[in-house]
T-cell receptor, first 114, second 111 residues
Framework: DGGITQSPKYLFRKEGQNVTLSCEQN?????MYWYRQDPGQGLRLIYY???????QKGDIAEGYSVSREKKESFPLTVTSAQKNPTAFYLC?????????????FGPGTRLTVL | GNSVTQMEGPVTLSEEAFLTINCTYT??????LFWYVQYPGEGLQLLLK?????DKGSNKGFEATYRKETTSFHLEKGSVQVSDSAVYFC??????????FGPGTRLSVLP
């Protein structure tokens, strides 16, 4: 089955710790994205990558970092500099980054910082 | 810049009622338009899309027509079911720009 996987589904961390969220896709998509969703809110773009070894900041990149060493993988690190990291994190991918192609989403990771 | 406006929720309907969720947009260029659905605790799923004016997207009994003259893409379904309870997001994308999502509309369908 082709799709996007995110792991873990639930993640708990202590304040001040860095944590990395996994996102993998086997759709052969060039572009990948990370969004943050807060309760009752829409989606806000954190980072995106249109090709391997390249990525750009989205609207709320502060306190986050990413890497894109492989086409299939786009991990997101939530650093201790992120002031309010508790949220639902969604990864997405699309065939190309600059067209009008559909974005497909993973199941999400719910991060809770204690 | 691009933007999407959706009707505020929550929307509560009885089973078999008619559903309309309004969506209007502002865009530079010619956007593609999308409706996504999010069930509790899950990611977003593409529900339907339309890529040019007057196109109608449809899926699972839901429909939306791309109206360029009114810059709208309203979501409709003739008879909702309890299983349609979810949050619905209208979105657009233009060439060279990232997706823009509306704030979402929560739908609750009562038996």
């Amino acid at each position: 089955d082709g799709g996007i996987t995110q792991s873990p589904k639930y993640l708990f961390r202590k304040e001040g710790q860095n944590v990395t969220l996994s996102c993998e896709q086997n759709l052969n998509h060039d572009a990948m994205y990370w969004y943050r969703q807060d309760p009752g809110q829409g989606l806000r773009l954190i980072y995106y990558s249109q090709i391997v070894n390249d990525f750009q900041k989205g609207d709320i990149a502060e306190g986050y970092s990413v890497s894109r060493e492989k086409k299939e993988s786009f991990p997101l690190t939530v650093t201790s500099a992120q002031k309010n990291p508790t949220a639902f994190y969604l990864c997405a991918s699309s065939l190309a980054g600059d067209g009008t192609d559909t974005q497909y989403f993973g199941p999400g990771t719910r991060l809770t910082v204690l | 810049g691009n933007s999407v406006t959706q009707m505020e929720g929550p929307v509560t309907l009885s089973e078999e009622a008619f559903l309309t969720i309004n969506c209007t947009y502002t865009a530079t260029g010619y956007p593609s338009l999308f409706w996504y659905v999010q069930y509790p605790g899950e990611g977003l799923q593409l529900l339907l899309k339309a890529t040019k004016a007057d196109d109608k997207g449809s899926n699972k009994g839901f429909e939306a027509t791309y109206r360029k003259e009114t810059t709208s893409f309203h979501l409709e379904k003739g008879s909702v079911q309890v299983s349609d309870s979810a949050v619905y997001f209208c979105a657009l994308r233009t060439r060279g720009q990232n997706f823009v999502f509306g704030p979402g509309t929560r739908l609750s369908v009562l038996p």
